[in-house]
């Protein structure tokens, strides 16, 4: 067919610019020092090219996770894996730095067991930490220059399942966290006064368990249109965490090293979504999510953090000219737009951190056979966060991603013997 001469153009594209990725310096996020890390988003790649609207989408052929009772729409089993490369510029009042990023984002499988039951299990991240950078202070005797560095991050496995009564689904994910980060501290003083550097080092390993329950109702509006309107919760976790603490100095040509371990909780605080989308078949589709959480339950061995309230508003849509298309196989595709804008974890000054950003998707649908097909998703996001004064820094990020699914027919009722 026409599709199988362009497809090897198409994916040696898109891994051409997903590998541009890896010349990039090492990622540098200095807002990934407070909490966890930064969040990491759950949404699958095709999501993500509708500004990651995905509460109320129950796509038959995609496991999404960010809403667990869309498993019970699935109708082939979905295996997906995500890719994604980040470019990062910093800017404050006085410098500017390009960093950037590439790796796995998701591993999912999806499938249904029957019309009203399906099930979906995969690895998910749930933060990222890593930065560098770097402070000068002048005090009244010599100046200090304080580096701080970090890297690390949480991960989440899950298991799920769903059940559909005509209209109606609900669904639950179980799953549990664990990881590690390491934050960084080292002073360097400029005076006579023969103070050598000292380092402050933390370890941090956290793990516990988390639930995610979900609903979803979809409703035939007319022969043509469709309403489906989601909700999702995760409830608040309490982590169970183990640090360890170096602290070293040398002063007086006298070496000082103190070493603590230090068992105790890191709480995470609970997540709420709603979502809906109205669509027109295979045609084309709408969408508008709000998420929200209160980060300013975190507490880590009991402190807080420069964390806040938090919520986005996202809005996309994305369109088909002809899904049933056999000669022209180019109207299969998919076209995706969207918008997203909202209130970052971050607080600092009494003021909440701003996040923005606009998307664009497309999707290449592959089919091999009657019962197994695939589809090859790319996303583009453009965004910013945070300002470039009053001391703080402003990021602003470009993120490309790939997502590939697969799709197979399981527990085919045999018809002969």
Known sequence: MQYWNNLPKISATLVALFLTSLVFAQENSPYSRYGI?????????????MGGVSIADDNP????????ATY?????????????????????????????????????IGFAASKKLGFSFGLLPASRVRYNMERTDTLSYSQATSSYSGGG???????????????????LNLGYTFGNYVNGTEVVFTDSLRIIPNNYNTRTSANGLFYQIGGLINKDISKDYQLKVGLSYTGAQTLSSKKD???DYVAS???????????????IPSKFAIGGIFSHGDHWQIGLDINASNWEKYRSYGESDSLGQAYLIRIGGAYTPDANAVVDYWKKMTFRMGFYTGQDILRFQNESLKKSAMTLGIGYPIRRTNLSIGQ??????????GVAENGLVRESFTRFSVGLTFNDKWFIKRRYD
């Open 153 to 171: 991050g949480l991960q989440n496995v899950y298991v799920g399942g769903a059940y559909k009564h005509d209209i109606y689904s609900i669904g």
């Open 72 to 108: 019970a729409s699935l109708r082939l089993t979905s295996y997906q894996v995500g890719m994604e490369g980040s470019r990062l510029g910093i800017k404050n009042a006085n410098l500017t730095n390009q960093t950037g990023y590439a790796g796995i984002n998701y591993v999912t």
């Open 37 to 49: 890390g930064n969040l990491k988003t759950h949404e699958n790649v095709a999501n993500r090219g």
């Open 61 to 68: 052929t995609i496991a999404n996770p960010t809403n667990p």
């Open 253 to 267: 040509d006298t070496i000082y090293y103190n070493d603590k371990k230090s068992s105790g909780k890191i709480k």
């Open 376 to 385: 090859i998703n790319a996303s583009l996001e453009l965004g910013r966060r």
């Open 245 to 247: 603490e170096i602290w």
